[in-house]
């Protein structure tokens, strides 16, 4: 089972930018999926996260600019980013809880991250 998150890059303040996290290989179920970010210098945190059935978390200082969403069709989140700012720069890590067959135990798996930077 792997993760792959894709879509980072450089982007000017006040720009967008949408992450994809693509999930591959045997999965039965993906209970949770989210996105931690870490900046230079920082620790790692965490920015959103959403359930197999839609339930959301999303970080306080960043509601109203990012959005979290899934498509279980094809084991793929997204995290939608508006209105960037500077401070937004960071490498964005996609992690999931998934389950290859049905009576495996829950299991956390982390994809390699992409850097997102945000500046003029």
């Known amino acids: 089972v792997q993760l792959q998150a894709s879509g980072g890059g450089l982007v000017q303040p006040g720009g967008s930018l949408r992450l994809s996290c693509a999930a591959s290989g045997s999965i039965f179920n993906i209970n949770v999926m989210a996105w931690y970010r870490q900046a230079p210098g920082k620790q790692r945190e965490l920015v959103a996260a959403?359930?197999?059935?839609?339930?959301?978390n999303l970080a306080d200082s960043l509601k109203g600019r990012f959005t979290i969403s899934r498509d279980n069709a094809k084991n793929t989140g997204y995290l939608q980013m508006n209105s960037l700012k500077p401070e937004d720069t960071a490498v964005y890590y996609c992690?999931?809880?998934?389950?290859?067959?049905?009576?495996?135990?829950?299991?956390?798996?982390w994809g390699r991250g992409t850097l997102v930077t945000v500046s003029s």
């Open positions: 959403i359930t197999s059935d839609g339930s959301t």
């Open positions: 992690n999931a809880v998934m389950q290859q067959f049905s009576t495996s135990t829950p299991t956390w798996y």
